[in-house]
C-alpha cells in the first residue's frame, strides 16, 4: 500500500526492506549502497517484536527522526514493538507502548478529535466506525499531554471486553479455546482497559526536528484497500514529509 501511495500520488519513492541493513548512517555492509541518510522518512508497517538492531543502529535511528528531521509514519503493530524499556528511546518517540486491544477484531465506534489536521480532513463525519482490531497503549508510557490525539474510541459505546461476534459466538474463537488459552485471552482483554477512559487511535507529535504520526488502523487486510485508510496513510506519510502542515498540540478530550 505505502509503496503504491507513492506512485498513484506522484510525490515519494518507496523501497521496502524485512531487515534492518539501512538502518545505519554507516555502511550498511555487503555491498549496499544506501542507509538512512538516502531518506526522508520511514514508515514501520506491523513491525510487532524486538527490532534487530545494534546499539549504534539504534542510536542512528533515533538521531536520524531527532536531529535530522526525518519523518516517521507508524502502523498498526509498530507501537508493539521495542517492549518493557529495552529502548526507550524508542518508545518515547513514538508516543506510547501497546498495551492490549481488548475488543479484538470490531466494529468500533470512533471519534475524530482533530479534523483540521491533513490526515483526518478527508473523513466525511467525526463519529463512525471502523472494523480493525483496535489498539491500547500503555497508560504508563502514553500520556494526552504529550501528542495530539486525532482520533479515538468512543467509549461509551464500546462493548464489554472480549472477542466480539462472529467470534463470541458458540462456533467460534471462544468455543473453541479453553483452559490456558482462555485465561489468557481474558487477560489480553483486561490488561488494555483503561481508568480514564482514553483509548487513543491515531495522533502526531514532534521529535526533536522529525514529525512522527500514529495510527492503529491496519490489522485486518481489508483496511488496506479501504479508501479512506488509504487516504489516511497518504496524509500522514505528506505531512511527516513537510509537504502540508498539522498541530502536533495536544488538548483536552474531545466530544
Same mark, same amino acid.
Given at each position: 500500500?505505502?509503496?503504491?501511495?507513492?506512485?498513484?500520488?506522484?510525490?515519494?519513492?518507496?523501497?521496502?526492506?524485512?531487515?534492518?541493513?539501512?538502518?545505519?548512517?554507516?555502511?550498511?555492509?555487503?555491498?549496499?549502497?544506501?542507509?538512512?541518510?538516502?531518506?526522508?522518512? #520511514?514508515?514501520?508497517? &506491523?513491525?510487532?517484536?524486538?527490532?534487530?538492531?545494534?546499539?549504534?543502529?539504534?542510536?542512528?535511528?533515533?538521531?536520524?527522526?531527532?536531529?535530522?528531521?526525518?519523518?516517521?509514519?507508524?502502523?498498526?503493530?509498530?507501537?508493539?514493538? &521495542?517492549?518493557?524499556?529495552?529502548?526507550?528511546?524508542?518508545?518515547?518517540? #513514538?508516543?506510547?507502548?501497546?498495551a492490549a486491544h481488548p475488543w479484538f477484531t470490531f466494529w468500533a465506534p470512533v471519534i475524530i478529535e482533530d479534523p483540521s489536521f491533513p490526515a483526518m480532513k478527508h473523513?466525511?463525519?467525526?463519529?463512525?466506525?471502523?472494523?480493525?482490531? !483496535?489498539?491500547?497503549?500503555?497508560?504508563?508510557?502514553?500520556?494526552?499531554?504529550?501528542?495530539?490525539?486525532? !482520533?479515538?474510541?468512543?467509549?461509551? /459505546?464500546?462493548?464489554?471486553?472480549?472477542?466480539?461476534?462472529?467470534?463470541?459466538?458458540?462456533?467460534?474463537?471462544?468455543? !473453541? !479455546?479453553?483452559?490456558?488459552?482462555?485465561?489468557?485471552?481474558?487477560?489480553?482483554?483486561?490488561?488494555?482497559?483503561?481508568?480514564?477512559?482514553?483509548?487513543?487511535?491515531?495522533?502526531?507529535?514532534?521529535?526533536?526536528?522529525?514529525?512522527?504520526?500514529?495510527?492503529?488502523?491496519?490489522?485486518?487486510?481489508?483496511?488496506?484497500?479501504?479508501?479512506?485508510?488509504? /487516504?489516511?496513510?497518504?496524509?500522514?506519510?505528506?505531512?511527516?514529509?513537510?509537504?502540508?502542515?498539522?498541530?502536533?498540540?495536544?488538548?483536552? /478530550?474531545?466530544?
Amino acid at each position: 500500500m505505502i509503496w503504491q501511495l507513492g506512485q498513484e500520488s506522484g510525490l515519494f519513492d518507496t523501497e521496502i526492506r524485512t531487515d534492518g541493513k539501512w538502518v545505519t548512517k554507516g555502511s550498511a555492509g555487503g555491498g549496499e549502497a544506501r542507509n538512512l541518510d538516502w531518506f526522508n522518512a #520511514i514508515v514501520a508497517v &506491523n513491525t510487532t517484536g524486538n527490532w534487530p538492531l545494534n546499539d549504534q543502529q539504534k542510536k542512528d535511528f533515533i538521531s536520524a527522526i531527532r536531529d535530522d528531521g526525518k519523518g516517521f509514519v507508524a502502523v498498526h503493530a509498530a507501537l508493539d514493538c &521495542n517492549h518493557n524499556n529495552v529502548w526507550p528511546e524508542f518508545t518515547e518517540m #513514538i508516543g506510547g507502548e501497546f498495551a492490549a486491544h481488548p475488543w479484538f477484531t470490531f466494529w468500533a465506534p470512533v471519534i475524530i478529535e482533530d479534523p483540521s489536521f491533513p490526515a483526518m480532513k478527508h473523513f466525511g463525519s467525526t463519529r463512525m466506525v471502523f472494523y480493525d482490531e !483496535m489498539y491500547v497503549p500503555r497508560a504508563e508510557n502514553w500520556s494526552r499531554s504529550k501528542v495530539n490525539v486525532l !482520533m479515538r474510541l468512543d467509549e461509551s /459505546k464500546l462493548p464489554p471486553p472480549g472477542p466480539q461476534e462472529p467470534y463470541a459466538s458458540l462456533s467460534g474463537i471462544g468455543a !473453541m !479455546m479453553s483452559g490456558a488459552g482462555a485465561e489468557a485471552m481474558k487477560k489480553m482483554a483486561t490488561r488494555g482497559l483503561r481508568e480514564d477512559q482514553d483509548y487513543a487511535l491515531a495522533w502526531a507529535k514532534m521529535y526533536g526536528k522529525g514529525r512522527v504520526f500514529y495510527s492503529s488502523l491496519g490489522h485486518t487486510k481489508a483496511a488496506f484497500q479501504n479508501p479512506d485508510v488509504r /487516504k489516511m496513510y497518504l496524509e500522514a506519510i505528506k505531512w511527516v514529509l513537510g509537504f502540508t502542515e498539522g498541530s502536533t498540540a495536544p488538548h483536552p /478530550k474531545v466530544n
